[in-house]
């Protein structure tokens, strides 16, 4: 199957999003963290990122420009494979230059029918 990486500050999605792809056969790496997302994509070769879109900033508060930051910063490294978006506000990456460089935007709570079946579009 493929080799995916999570990125969410939120482990308990991390966990419950990991523990369903590794059961339907997929190779996940996790990243709590923006620069453990970024490291991850330029290193490990993922053949799909799945992300969230709100990261904590400079103040730990929950900010989007986080997340669109990382989605820059992981084209910018050369990273071309299908990304994903799952976010609780995806107006928050509508109409920016980023919504450009995704894949697919799907907003939270996301049935985990409907993301298996989007990884499956976007890497067969």
């Not at 508060?61 to 910063?73: H, N, Q, S, T, V």
């Not at 050369?78 to 978006?85: D, N």
């Amino acid at each position: 199957m493929s080799r995916i990486l999570l990125a969410d500050d939120d482990l308990a999605q991390l966990s419950l999003q990991k523990l369903v792809l590794e059961t339907e056969g997929h190779q996940v790496d996790v990243a709590p963290t923006f620069s453990l997302a970024l490291r991850h994509a330029m290193r490990s070769a993922p053949d799909l990122v799945i992300m969230d879109l709100r990261f904590p900033n400079g103040s730990a508060k929950p900010d989007a420009r986080e997340g669109l930051l990382l989605i820059r910063r992981i084209r910018e490294a050369g990273c071309r494979v299908p990304l994903i978006v799952l976010s609780g506000w995806p107006d928050e990456i509508y109409g920016q230059p980023e919504e450009r460089l995704v894949s697919r935007v799907l907003g939270k709570p996301v049935e985990m029918r409907a993301l298996l079946l989007a990884i499956a579009e976007l890497v067969g």
